[in-house]
């Protein structure tokens, strides 16, 4: 499930942000990054990430800035020195007028800022105070998350709705009656063989024997637990989005079968109809944690 969440924060002159953005996933993919300085925190971040999600890509970065108003400066004096000793034997020359101070300073490289060295004390300090700001942050991801899982649960629903009113019509479907069936096939080897002679008893028999295998209500009956298997699922409190994926296939086989086993156009079209839904039905479980 997608999902985008935002949590600030601010301590000793520092003032951070964390922004975390989810996307569907397989799997359960974590990315991390850092403000510069604060790379020791990314298997603290992950690990946090896992304790909360199972699956999804998951990008999570953190951007801090240091409210400085006195930066300080230094002076490369190397650099000002070779600068200088360089021109010197043009001023020698009387090519060039002896370098003004000012001039040199203004050469890029030769005033640097110097960002002080922090103090460890000061900096573990912050860094709990930047974790801290984690689990709001992932609360708030989590209730996006849920947010879209709510309206995909009452899409999904209504999926298994229509399934379960398809397969009603394939029960009632004349198609799915094993008596029809064999008078169904009983007429078509009767119209087939109509020049040759067999005997009552072998034609029953093997119209039976065809009505069984083209009796499709075990097909029906597993459909049937399959839709009450998943609405199970959707009233689960732990993440169920693979477990809805394997039920898709398992959906599929059933409604392939169908397909193959039907002679009747309307029990056929029903099969069709079931494959469209369960196609749904894979779409949405891939959003689904």
Do not use: Y
Not at 103 to 120: H, I, N, S
Not at 155 to 178: H, I, K, P, T, W
């Amino acid at each position: 499930m997608t999902g985008f969440a935002r949590a600030e924060g601010a301590q000793a002159g520092w003032s951070w942000i964390w922004e975390a953005r989810a996307v569907n996933g397989r799997g359960l993919d974590v990315r991390v990054r850092l403000a510069t300085g604060f790379d020791d925190l990314e298997k603290l971040v992950k690990a946090a990430a896992k304790r909360h999600f199972r699956r999804g890509n998951i990008q999570i970065s953190l951007s801090c800035k240091r409210e400085d108003t006195s930066p300080q400066l230094k002076v490369n004096e190397s650099l000002a020195r070779t600068l200088l000793q360089s021109l010197q034997g043009l001023v020698d020359d009387g090519l060039a007028r002896p370098a003004r101070i000012d001039g040199v300073l203004a050469v890029r490289g030769v005033v640097e800022p110097v960002q002080p060295d922090p103090d460890p004390d000061e900096m573990e300090k912050l860094h709990l105070a930047i974790t801290a700001g984690l689990d709001a942050l992932f609360a708030a991801l989590a209730r996006a998350r849920a947010d879209e899982g709510a309206a995909t649960a009452a899409v999904l629903l209504d999926v298994f709705n229509a399934m379960e009113g398809l397969v009603a019509q394939a029960r009632a479907c004349s198609g799915a009656q094993s008596q029809q069936i064999k008078e169904t096939l009983e007429e078509r080897i009767t119209d087939i063989l109509k020049d040759t002679k067999i005997e009552p008893q072998r034609l029953a028999q093997e119209a039976a024997l065809m009505a069984v295998k083209a009796d499709v209500r075990e097909e029906l009956d597993r459909l049937d637990g399959h839709i009450a298997a998943a609405r199970a699922l959707m009233q689960a409190s732990e993440p169920v989005g693979r477990k809805l994926e394997f039920m898709a296939q398992e959906f599929n086989r059933e409604a392939n079968t169908l397909c193959s086993k039907s002679s009747d156009m309307a029990l056929t079209q029903i099969g069709l109809d079931l494959k469209t839904l369960i196609d749904q039905l894979r779409e949405h479980a891939a959003n689904v944690e």
